[in-house]
Nanobody, 123 residues
Framework: QVQLVESGGGLVQAGGSLRLSCAAS????????MGWFRQAPGKEREFVAG????????AYTDSVRGRFAIDRDTAANTLYLQMNRLKPEDTAVYYC????????????????WGKGTLVTVSA
């Protein structure tokens, strides 16, 4: 099993920045991909950014590419999401997720989930 705990959420004005962290523990060696998903009120959970493999291949959803950056500290088992130029439409609960055998950046392909951290962007 793998446990994931997110932190770093909060309230920020539009145009501001936040940095989310996800601390992983347990059998982290069993996972080969980690990512961030988000769920806004009344909407489905969607993929935001992901990183996988030894070379750290990254992927982003179109709406955040160029504003968000995903990174990881393998030694510390920590995943990060740097969010810049935030917009009100980025408001959501952000979830950290991990996959044991990556197949796609889809919520159904993730095996482990954190409980989420709320990001609120005011206009």
């Amino acid at each position: 099993q793998v446990q994931l705990v997110e932190s770093g959420g909060g309230l920020v004005q539009a145009g501001g920045s936040l940095r989310l962290s996800c601390a992983a523990s347990g059998r982290t060696s069993s996972t080969d991909a980690m990512g961030w998903f988000r769920q806004a009120p009344g909407k489905e959970r969607e993929f935001v950014a992901g990183i996988r493999g030894n070379f750290g291949y990254t992927a982003y959803t179109d709406s955040v590419r160029g504003r968000f950056a995903i990174d990881r500290d393998t030694a510390a088992n920590t995943l990060y999401l740097q969010m810049n130029r935030l917009k009100p439409e980025d408001t959501a609960v952000y979830y950290c997720a991990a996959a044991e055998r990556w197949s796609a950046w889809d919520r159904a392909a993730m095996n482990y989930w954190g409980k989420g951290t709320l990001v609120t962007v005011s206009a």
